[in-house]
C-alpha cells in the first residue's frame, strides 16, 4: 500500500516564469516534496493574464532546488501542440539532468489549449484519448528500446526511431481522467491516476473502481499505483470566492461546453450559465485550515494515495499550507 503524500500545484498562469521558480523553492523549504505546473499555451481564461511556457520553466525550478520532485499537471502529447517523440525526448532529458525528480502528467486535452494546433478540426474525447493512449505506448518504447525500431499506430506513424538520451530512472506516467471511461484507459496505459472534479464518493464508487480494475486487467498491482486527486483552492470565504469567480470569469471553465471553446475570453462569459453550486462544487473555498484538512482527509479514507492542491503561484498560499496543513498529515504517516 502506498503512503500518503500532499503536493502543490502552481498552475501556469497569472504571474511570470519567474514567480513559479520561488514558488518551487517555497515549496520545498515548507516541506513538501513535490510539486506540479498546468502546461497551457493560453490560459483557461482572459483575465488570468498570463500562460508560460512550463517546459522552460521547470528545468530552472529543478536547479534552484534540491529534492524536489517537479511534474506536469498535465501535458497533451496527442499531436497537434506536441508530439509524443518530443514529448519522450523532453522528459528523458530532464530525468537524465535531474534523475528520478521529473514525474510526467499526460491528459487528452482540452479546446482552448490544443484546438489551434489541428488544423483539421478539433478531435471528439474518443479520439483524443486513443491519441493519448498511442502515445504513452510509443514514449515508453523510446525510453526504453535499445535499437532502432518503427512505430506503425494508429495515429502516429514513424520510421527508424531511436532516442539517444535516455532517462537515467523510470519516469512515472500520471494518466489524467476525470470521467469512467478515462479512468478505465488510466489503469490500462498509465503508471498513475490524476483526477479533479469529483467528489470523494465519486470517486470512491465510480473513478477509482474504474481505474483499479482495468489496472489488474493490464496485469499491474493497483496497490502499487498512485491515485491523485486535483483540487483548487482559494484561502476567502464562500460569498467572496463567488464573487471572484464572476467577476473574473474563472467559474466559466465549470460550464457545460467549456473543455470543447477554443476562446479563453469567451469561457470567461460561460460563466453566467454556471449556478453558485456547481462553482462551490468545483472550488474550495476555505476560511480555516481545519477546513482544508477536514477536505483532504475526505478524499484519503475513499482512497486517494496524493492530494495535489492548486495554489497557483501565490508563495504565501504554499507557506500557509506548509505550516498549518502539511504537520497533520505528516504526523499521521509516523504512526
Known sequence: MRNFELSVDVGESYNDPMRFVE???????????????????????HSNARS??????????????????IGTNVTTPIGGRFHPAIIAQAAATLDNMYPGRFLLGVGSGEAMNESRFFPSGWPKWQERI????????????????????D???????????YLYTKPKSKIPVYFSAIGKKAASYAGTYGDHLITTGNSP?????????AFEESARKAGKNPSEMEKMVHFQLYLTSKKAGLNRMRRTGEGGIVAKG?????????????????????????????????????????????GATRVNICTHSYPDRIKYLGK????????RQKK
Open 201 to 209: 464518493a465519486r470517486c470512491h464508487d465510480v473513478i477509482f473502481p
Open 130 to 149: 486513443e491519441r493519448l493512449s498511442e502515445a504513452v505506448v510509443l514514449m515508453r518504447k523510446l525510453w526504453n528500446s535499445r535499437d532502432f525500431f
Open 258 to 302: 467549456a473543455y470543447d471553446e477554443p476562446d479563453p475570453r469567451k469561457i470567461m462569459a460561460m460563466v453566467s450559465q454556471v449556478s453558485d453550486e456547481k462553482i462551490l462544487d468545483r472550488f474550495q473555498f476555505i476560511s480555516s485550515a481545519d477546513e482544508v484538512i477536514e477536505i483532504i482527509e475526505s478524499f484519503r479514507k475513499v
Open 151 to 161: 512505430f506503425e499506430g494508429r495515429y502516429f506513424k514513424m520510421n527508424a526511431l
Open 324 to 331: 498549518k496543513v502539511l504537520p497533520y498529515f505528516n504526523k
Open 23 to 45: 514558488s518551487c523553492q517555497v515549496a520545498e523549504k515548507s516541506g513538501f516534496r513535490s510539486v506540479w505546473f498546468g502546461d497551457h499555451f493560453l490560459p483557461w481564461v
Open 52 to 69: 508560460a511556457f512550463v517546459w522552460s520553466v521547470m528545468p530552472t525550478a529543478l536547479d534552484r532546488t534540491k529534492k524536489l520532485k
